[in-house]
């Protein structure tokens, strides 16, 4: 496994190896590495025949009130971890290597940015796609991998991948979770023993809606009041709960037969936000 830091060298190596007819699968992540990034490098280490993980935690889908400094980063283990997988390259820039000082060129979409997390988080998915579309100009994937847990960042990431001719066929990848149903993520680490009881209100309320959707019920509105009742009780901040069509993630009135759904939602418990969601068909 070789780890680098060099974009221009990482590109070199990569660009050898797809010219002699190699696949290569790209696994970007912010490290803290748990079950959820291992499965996205299974996934990638079965359908190709290099596997990348990029460690890099992206100052630009943070703002200035967020957690860019505190986000939890721990390289050693992440690598030890790492050497136990089928990756062949580890790319872990700097800040200054993906991000000049004079850097002024961002990557922006006008409308599923704008709600949900982007609503919440302003600049967060321009962030997002700038940091995605670097690594995919770096690393050349011919297939990147990506978890159903950011769901609508998957879904932003296959538009721009779509709308900007990439090369790349992006991979959703089902959502790990604890034994208890929580949602794999690095910001777990951060939560008490109490507020992690709370936050189990998450799936709860999302599985749910789901529930009742798949019994028949195709109120959204008495949907999402159902939810909110379970996540009122926990005394979680809740951001937004929110049934959605899938592709586009429409607000509609009603389930109808035979399309996609989506229940996403955002709380925090204590200063940690939390997302978690699932996916139906009505
Ligand atoms: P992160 O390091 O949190 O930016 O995540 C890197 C990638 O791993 C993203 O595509 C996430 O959606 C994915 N991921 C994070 N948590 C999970 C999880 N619990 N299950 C599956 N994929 C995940």
Known sequence: ????????????????????????GLVPTMGCLHEGHLSLIAKASKECDVVVVSIFVNPAQFSPKEDFNRYPRDIKR???LLKRTKADFVFVPDVSDIYGADHSV??????????????FRPGHFRGVLTVVAKLFNILLPDRAYFGQKDLQQAYLIIKMAKELNYPVKVIVCPI???KDRLAMSSRNIYLSKE??????????????????????????????????????????RIEYLEVVELPDFCFKKNIQAGRAYAVLCAAYAGKTRLIDNGVFRG
Not at 1 to 24: A, D, Y
Not at 226 to 233: A, N, P, V
């Open 78 to 80: 992440d690598i030890s």
């Open 195 to 236: 507020e992690r009881e709370k936050s189990l209100a998450i799936s709860r309320s999302i599985d749910a809606i789901m529930d009742s959707a798949r019994k028949g019920s195709k109120d959204i509105r008495k949907l999402k009041e159902q939810g909110l009742k379970i996540l009122r009780k926990s005394a979680l």
């Open 106 to 119: 961002y990557v922006t979409e006008d409308r599923l940015s704008l709600i949900l997390c982007g609503h």
């Open 1 to 24: 496994m070789f780890i680098i830091k060099n974009p221009e060298l990482i590109r070199k190596k990569i660009l050898s190896l797809k010219l002699k007819g190699n696949k290569i």
């Open 176 to 178: 790990i979770r604890e």
